[in-house]
């Protein structure tokens, strides 16, 4: 049996410099890019425009989010365990760079002709190496963020950097994106026009290589201070990584935090890939109208300087629950006003100026949720460490992309079904042509019965333990445990 293994790594003499965190920030770029693509135009895309059945797209990208699920976990194993003069992380980032942006852009690239059943083959895939390239790219660069720091807030300031740079990108490349899908006569809604998927397959898919590749060359000088293994590691086997997740989840408190992660997936993974149905045909937007809803990410921008000052004040679960609940309340709230016909009409300029408006507010809270919730995984390493000896850095972020993906999956399959369920029509170039029960049902689903579920995360978040007080006494032991093992060292030579 392998012992607890040991690390080493080379100490800072000050704290981590504005372009370390900001070349770590990089890193969030593929990943955005690729969420947006998929979440956004894949189901639309497949159903309207090429005419699949929806639940059958959401089949495919069900079965290719449940096999990218099962690959994080291994790709966390070969990471954690991994000695080389590169370091553990950043030779699996530099090979998946290149080809991860290839394999997006042909899912948005099939050949004419295809049959039905030979489009859900490609879509599947292309929609599989995607992921799976994310995930040898994604787990290490995830893994690097946790091991820059030890410290409880400057944790926080690398999370929002990764932050920062994402909501840029995720604003900067739709508007950009939604600029050329202008609207037609043949195509009122320039996102059912199928001449625009290609700029946005070249485009999507530049972005992800150059995006990996950066962050990864421009952080190779960190490797000297990440953690590298002295002595024997573990060899990689299907059965060493089922050891190290159940090692893992038998801490309690990330269990706790995996099972929250479940429940927001299943929910986050029903809406997604319908959100854009919402905004063609419950709220009738355009493409010229859908890229000023991106500008929500002003609210992103107003939170950021904001969270470090939120976080001294309050307990990061505190911060957490007070926006989940505020979250739930603005997910309900719009279309219940829409029923209400307290809002203006589909068409009115006033109606884009109020989602808007609530855009901004949601974009600031999801802020602080995401950077909060990527600092409690660091702290919770530490925690870990202290009960087990071990720093799973790349199984943690991997545990939770697991859950997610896996149970996202079958959020994508009830996004289709709910679709097929209600009767949606496919290939109607004009909102004006589906049925209004339709419409209706579709914003009951989305903006009524789903937000409802999100009361279960934010009962169990209120179980979390490590405050700061706590995180402090962790530290403190772990830097006397580092001390006693130094001084044994330097005792038997």
């Known amino acids: ?217 421009l952080t190779w000088r960190e490797i000297p201070y990440l953690r590298h293994h002295i002595g024997e590691v573990a060899a990689f086997s299907v059965g060493q990584t089922i050891r190290e997740l159940r090692q893992a989840l038998q801490n309690r408190q990330f269990a706790l935090i995996f099972g929250i992660v479940l429940v927001m997936s299943a929910l986050g993974g029903t809406t997604a890939n319908i959100q854009l149905y919402m905004t063609t045909y419950f709220w009738g937007l355009g493409s010229e109208e859908i890229r000023f809803l991106y500008l929500s990410a002003v609210g992103a921008a107003i939170a950021f300087p904001l969270v470090a000052g939120v976080q001294r004040k309050w307990d990061k679960k505190h911060i957490l629950l007070s926006c989940g609940i505020v979250s739930l309340l603005d997910g309900i709230v719009l279309v219940n006003l829409r029923f209400l016909d307290v809002l203006p009409e589909n068409g009115d300029p006033r109606l884009l100026y109020i989602l808007l408006g609530m855009g901004v507010f949601a974009a600031g809270l999801a802020v602080i949720q995401g950077i909060i919730g990527a600092s409690i995984i660091a702290d919770l390493l530490d925690d870990h460490e202290l009960r087990t000896g071990y720093r799973q850095e790349g199984m943690f972020n991997a545990a939770l992309s697991f859950s997610g993906k896996a149970i996202s999956g079958l959020g994508t399959l009830l996004g289709g079904l709910v679709l097929t369920a209600i009767s949606f029509p496919v290939q109607v170039n004009d909102p004006a042509e589906v049925p209004p029960d339709a419409i209706f049902r579709l914003g009951v689903v989305v903006g009524v019965v789903i937000p409802l579920f999100y009361l279960i995360p934010c009962a169990l978040i209120t179980r979390y333990r490590i405050t700061r007080e706590r995180h402090a006494e962790i530290q403190e032991a772990l830097k006397q445990r580092r001390s006693q093992a130094a001084a044994g060292v330097a005792g038997g030579a």
């Open 1 to 217: 049996m392998i012992p607890a293994p040991q690390y080493t790594r080379r100490e800072r003499s000050g704290p981590l410099s504005f372009t370390t965190k900001l070349y770590q920030g990089i890193g969030a770029i593929p990943d955005t890019v690729k969420n947006f693509a998929f979440n956004t135009f894949t189901l639309l895309y497949y159903s309207q425009i090429l005419g699949m059945d929806a639940f059958l797209v959401s089949i495919a990208l069900a079965i290719a989010i449940v096999f990218d699920a099962v690959t994080d976990p291994l790709v966390a194993t070969i990471s954690d365990n991994s000695r080389s003069r590169f370091g553990r992380r950043h030779p699996l980032m530099l090979v998946a760079s290149l080809p991860l942006g290839v394999a997006l852009a042909a899912v948005f690239l099939p050949p004419a002709g295809l049959s039905h059943m030979q489009l859900f083959g490609w879509l599947l895939t292309f929609t599989i190496l995607t992921r799976g390239l994310m995930t040898l790219y994604f787990v290490p660069w995830a893994a690097i963020a946790a091991e820059l720091s030890d410290d409880y807030h400057e944790r926080t300031s690398v999370m929002s950097f990764r932050f920062a740079v994402g909501w840029t990108v995720g604003v900067g490349f739709p508007f950009f994106l939604f600029s050329l899908m202008p609207g037609s006569p043949e195509f009122p809604k320039g996102q059912l026009d199928p001449s625009a998927y290609p700029r946005l397959a070249v485009s999507a898919g530049l972005l992800l290589s150059l995006g990996a590749l950066s962050t990864t060359l």
